[in-house]
């Protein structure tokens, strides 16, 4: 077991090094940067990176521990939504001679981030407030959002995101509280009450019953899926128009609705003979990596050559 599962551990690292083949002194775009642990490994090989990340907390981390890598502008770090990759890479172009030979992306949140204080990721921390931004430049937290979705859209996304199938007894008990109080499920704890009030016996199960309503909402309020559509066809493009050779595009997916987007796009990328898939099937944590981390139990790697 992982000794303290309060910090995030990188996923599936020798993995994504396999699959992205890095280069010495060949730029990488490491797009979901959190706490560094596959930029770390990528730099380690002489290559260089240019890592997104849209979590403050994540890119002050970061100056601390990669001060070096900074300085030496073998990492170049960016507080960017990645969907705005095509942008700051045309910004870093003006100044910089640069060709890109791989993107990848670790989709989702970090353990850093769910086992923060005040930013109430997570079910256990009862008196936080239900904020749930991994950017804090967003408008809406997700206690926000429960005061204003409507209550079949709120049921749908529930279902479709987190795969509850209390859905919509959920969202129903949701709209009744708000009408007596609007600001009553500024709480993570109420919220909490709320799911196991409503699923009852069942609530005793292997996972927390409110597993699946946080995992829709923080796909909702950070507009996760959308993020993922609208960045893959633009990082396909970049990779396209980069004169380097053997160029890679890898992803690691940790939910269902992020994986079919993958999976649909590099199939469309297949057929199109633009990309050749380098592993007809997803590639999974071993027995080893699972016993340390089980956090990599639902981590699918999907990746392409160009
Ligand atoms: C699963 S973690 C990545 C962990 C990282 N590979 C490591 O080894 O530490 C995902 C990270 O991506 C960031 N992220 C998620 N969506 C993003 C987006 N649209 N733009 C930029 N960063 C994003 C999150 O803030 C989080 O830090």
Same mark, same amino acid.
């Given at each position: 077991?992982?000794?303290?599962?309060?910090?995030?551990?990188?996923?599936?690292?020798?993995?994504?090094?396999?699959?992205?083949?890095?280069?010495?002194?060949?730029?990488?775009?490491?797009?979901?940067?959190?706490?560094?642990?596959?930029?770390?490994?990528?730099?380690?090989?002489?290559?260089?990176?240019?890592?997104?990340?849209?979590?403050?907390?994540?890119?002050?981390?970061?100056?601390?521990?990669?001060?070096?890598?900074?300085?030496?502008?073998?990492?170049?770090?960016?507080?960017?939504?990645?969907?705005?990759?095509?942008?700051?890479?045309?910004?870093?172009?003006?100044?910089?001679?640069?060709?890109?030979?791989?993107?990848?992306?670790?989709?989702?949140?970090?353990?850093?981030?769910?086992?923060?204080?005040?930013?109430?990721?997570?079910?256990? #921390? *009862?008196?936080?407030?239900?904020?749930? !931004?991994? %950017?804090?430049?967003?408008?809406? &937290?997700?206690?926000? $959002?429960?005061? +204003?979705?409507?209550?079949?859209?709120?049921?749908?996304?529930?279902?479709?995101?987190?795969?509850?199938?209390?859905?919509?007894?959920? #969202? *129903?008990?949701?709209?009744?509280?708000? !009408?007596? %109080?609007?600001?009553?499920?500024? &709480?993570?704890?109420? $919220?909490?009450? +709320?799911?196991?009030?409503?699923?009852?016996?069942?609530?005793?199960?292997?996972?927390?019953?409110?597993?699946?309503?946080?995992?829709?909402? *923080?796909?909702?309020?950070?507009?996760?899926?959308?993020?993922?559509?609208?960045?893959?066809?633009?990082?396909?493009?970049?990779?396209?128009?980069?004169?380097?050779?053997?160029?890679?595009?890898?992803?690691?997916?940790?939910?269902?609705?992020?994986?079919?987007?993958?999976?649909?796009?590099?199939?469309?990328?297949?057929?199109?003979?633009?990309?050749?898939?380098?592993?007809?099937?997803?590639?999974?944590?071993?027995?080893?990596?699972?016993?340390?981390?089980?956090?990599?139990?639902?981590?699918?790697?999907?990746?392409?050559?160009?």
């Amino acid at each position: 077991m992982n000794k303290d599962q309060s910090k995030h551990q990188a996923v599936l690292v020798k993995e994504v090094l396999e699959a992205l083949n890095p280069q010495k002194d060949c730029y990488y775009i490491d797009a979901t940067f959190g706490a560094g642990g596959h930029s770390r490994e990528i730099l380690n090989t002489g290559a260089k990176v240019i890592a997104f990340d849209f979590d403050q907390a994540s890119i002050d981390a970061a100056k601390e521990l990669f001060n070096k890598e900074i300085n030496s502008k073998q990492l170049i770090l960016l507080r960017e939504n990645f969907s705005k990759m095509d942008e700051s890479l045309l910004n870093l172009k003006k100044s910089l001679n640069l060709e890109i030979s791989g993107i990848f992306f670790d989709f989702g949140t970090s353990t850093d981030q769910l086992m923060s204080k005040d930013r109430g990721f997570s079910f256990e #921390a *009862r008196e936080e407030t239900l904020d749930m !931004r991994m %950017d804090d430049r967003l408008g809406v &937290k997700a206690c926000d $959002l429960l005061k +204003l979705i409507d209550e079949k859209q709120l049921a749908k996304m529930l279902f479709e995101y987190g795969g509850e199938n209390d859905a919509r007894a959920i #969202a *129903r008990k949701i709209v009744a509280i708000r !009408r007596k %109080d609007p600001n009553s499920l500024d &709480k993570v704890g109420t $919220l909490v009450d +709320l799911i196991e009030e409503v699923k009852g016996q069942r609530a005793r199960g292997k996972i927390n019953a409110a597993t699946k309503t946080f995992q829709a909402l *923080r796909i909702i309020v950070n507009d996760e899926l959308s993020n993922i559509e609208a960045v893959l066809p633009k990082a396909l493009r970049i990779l396209q128009n980069s004169k380097a050779i053997d160029k890679r595009l890898v992803c690691i997916a940790f939910h269902e609705g992020e994986d079919r987007l993958v999976k649909t796009f590099f199939k469309q990328i297949e057929a199109t003979n633009i990309g050749k898939l380098i592993n007809k099937k997803p590639i999974q944590a071993s027995e080893e990596e699972l016993a340390i981390n089980p956090r990599s139990r639902s981590a699918k790697l999907r990746a392409l050559a160009l």
